[in-house]
């Protein structure tokens, strides 16, 4: 069974920066895809970024490309968002998502196994 815990969440202005991070354990971390969704108020969960099993790819969603960045760290079976230049718009719950394959994925379909979120505020 894989654990997914996301920590690093909180209430930041507008323009300002956050990170946020997921440990896992009970799968071979340095093989598989993560990714990061969010989900908003009434709103479907999102895309928003992916990084594959060694973390040379990454991808976005162009409502946070060049504002977001999404890294790992194999040794510590942790990957991380910094989220910079945040937007009210920005304002989700954020999951980090464990992938079915080595590849980074835009598609809730390619992860089966999901974090239990954590809250970010983005204020006016």
């Known amino acids: 069974q894989v654990q997914l815990v996301e920590s690093g969440g909180g209430l930041v202005q507008a323009g300002g920066s956050l990170s946020v991070s997921c440990a896992a354990s009970?799968?071979?971390?340095?093989?598989?895809?993560m990714g990061w969704f969010r989900q908003a108020p009434g709103k479907e969960r999102e895309f928003v970024a992916a990084i594959n099993w060694s973390g040379r790819r990454t991808y976005y969603a162009d409502s946070v490309k060049g504002r977001f960045a999404i890294s790992r760290d194999n040794a510590k079976n942790t990957v991380y968002l910094q989220m910079n230049s945040l937007k009210p718009e920005d304002t989700a719950v954020y999951y980090c998502?464990?992938?079915?394959?080595?590849?980074?994925?835009?598609?809730?379909?390619?992860?089966?196994?999901w974090g239990q979120g954590t809250q970010v505020t983005v204020s006016s």
């Open positions: 009970g799968r071979t971390f340095s093989s598989t895809a």
């Open positions: 998502a464990s992938g079915t394959t080595q590849y980074g994925s835009e598609s809730n379909d390619d992860y089966d196994y």
